[in-house]
């Protein structure tokens, strides 16, 4: 007798899951599941699992295909579960490929294909909320997009379109889903839209999108020109539809953790705020040498900008711009300087200088500080006046932390809550507004 073993969340049960299971069963004569506890979950950083466990077994157990179903509750149990079942084949969905190559030495590891296309249909009849995502523009950022919505339950990442169509089709292949020539095509496959194309085509995507009647996740900095950040939101409000920056720092636990102390009073009022973030880029890169858009704070400033507007809000007196240029023209190093009624902050950024990237935020009775990469927000410090008082605080951060944005966008297209706290339309607004300046000081307006 051949015996197969097989594990997942098998949350918001669908076809992929089906279509999985039957091919496992299939593989040999008796199939063990183990369904995957909520703790489990959370400990290998799968965010918005939905269906409470017993939902999750019914449902694996209603296909007929499980022979036998147990639970998975810590990381190590694939390892012990093949001895203790004497388990011939350990097969998963070949999102997993390579993930699982060390049971080789146990049994035979199979791959099965990943389900490509959640039917509109299924999930018309079903009712069931997940969102088939549609990615725009395909490189460095959208690879880190796909293994991080795979982490997200209730979104399945269909397909991705590129106008270089070369692009699209290697990136689908390599992440097994599908490759759109036309954008009819695109938008009528997909729920939701992820925008991770160039800066400059931003604008148009979203007008795009939001015109097909889809929900918007669109990478940082969304827009470079005040004006069209108000018409895009305010298309995106007239429609219904959700729009959200994609500042992945904005989204994660820590750096919010880090807010609700700053803004708690624990460190008096708040004067200063410095934020810095500095990487050395390759000369070549698309960063380094686009002569319109390029350069350091097209790219890093969102992030800097971020608490400073958090903490001080939107309406600064005041705004100056140095910045170092390369050969070519473009920033390798700028500073913003803001001045606020009760406080001053400064943001940094650099991609041809290297600094010491890190946040500071100060007030009337003691400062909190985040080392690098506290964009990534994992532990940071509230000091005193007395120098041995420390206050130590620790937070997650997983994976490359787009899974929370992700979950964020999930959350608000579901609950229909149009109003997204951890960054909000004004804060997006005023740093497209802070762009245009910048551009505009630089000469290099565009489009
Ligand atoms: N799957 C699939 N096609 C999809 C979605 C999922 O073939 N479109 C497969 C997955 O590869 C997995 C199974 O269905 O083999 C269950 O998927 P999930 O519920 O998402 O569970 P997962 O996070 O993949 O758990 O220990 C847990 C396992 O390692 C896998």
């Not at 700028?334 to 650099?350: D, H, R």
Request: aromatic content about 12%; overall charge neutral.
């Amino acid at each position: 007798m051949i015996k197969v073993i097989t594990y997942g969340t098998f949350d918001l049960f669908h076809e992929g899951h089906y279509r999985l299971l039957k091919r496992a069963k299939a593989l040999g004569d008796y199939l063990i599941v183990g369904v995957t506890t909520e703790a489990y979950d959370i400990a290998r950083g799968k965010l918005n699992v939905i269906d409470d466990l017993m939902v999750r077994i019914e449902n694996v157990r209603s296909t007929g295909f499980a022979d036998e179903i147990i639970i998975e509750e810590t990381s190590g149990q694939k390892f012990s579960d093949i001895k203790k079942y004497n388990i011939d084949i350990f097969t998963v969905g070949s999102d997993w490929t390579g993930g699982f190559d060390y049971l080789k030495d146990y049994c035979k590891v199979v791959y099965l294909e990943r389900t490509k296309n959640i039917s509109s249909t299924m999930l018309r009849e079903t009712n069931k909320p997940i969102q088939r995502i549609g990615i725009i523009g395909t490189g460095r950022i959208a690879d880190r997009f796909v293994p991080e919505a795979r982490l997200v339950s209730g979104v399945s990442t269909q397909g991705a379109y590129n106008p270089n169509t070369e692009s699209a089709v290697r990136f689908a292949a390599k992440w097994e889903i599908e490759a759109y020539k036309g954008l009819e095509d695109f938008f009528s496959a997909i729920d939701v839209v992820y925008i991770a194309s160039p800066h400059e085509t931003h604008y148009e995507y979203i007008k795009a999108s939001l015109a097909h009647g889809k929900h918007v996740l669109c990478e940082k900095p969304m827009a470079l020109k005040k004006a069209q950040a108000e018409e895009v939101f305010r298309e995106a409000k007239e429609r219904g539809l959700i729009l959200l920056e994609e500042i992945k720092t904005a989204y994660c636990p820590g750096f919010n953790k880090l807010l609700g102390i700053a803004c708690s009073g624990s460190i008096g009022s708040i004067r200063n705020v410095e934020a810095c973030f500095t990487k050395l880029e390759k000369p070549g890169t698309r960063e380094m040498t686009n002569q319109v858009y390029g350069g350091s704070f097209t790219e890093l400033g969102s992030y800097v900008m971020l608490p400073v507007l958090k903490i001080f809000g939107t309406a600064y007196q005041d705004l100056r711009f140095d910045s170092i240029h390369g050969e070519n023209g473009l920033d390798l190093f700028t500073k913003v300087s803001f001045v606020y009624p009760a406080g001053i902050a400064t943001a940094t950024c650099g991609l041809g200088v290297k600094s010491d990237g890190r946040l500071l935020i100060a007030g009337t009775k003691g400062y909190i500080i985040a080392e690098a990469p506290w964009w990534k927000t994992t532990y940071f410090e509230v000091h005193y006046e007395e120098a041995n008082r420390v206050d130590r605080y620790s937070e997650i951060f997983l994976g490359d932390g787009l899974r929370y944005e992700i979950s964020n966008f999930l959350y608000m297209i579901n609950k229909s809550n149009k109003d997204n706290f951890k960054l909000t339309r004004g804060e997006s607004v005023a740093m497209a507004g802070i762009m245009e300046k910048f551009l505009d000081q630089e000469g290099r307006s565009g489009q």
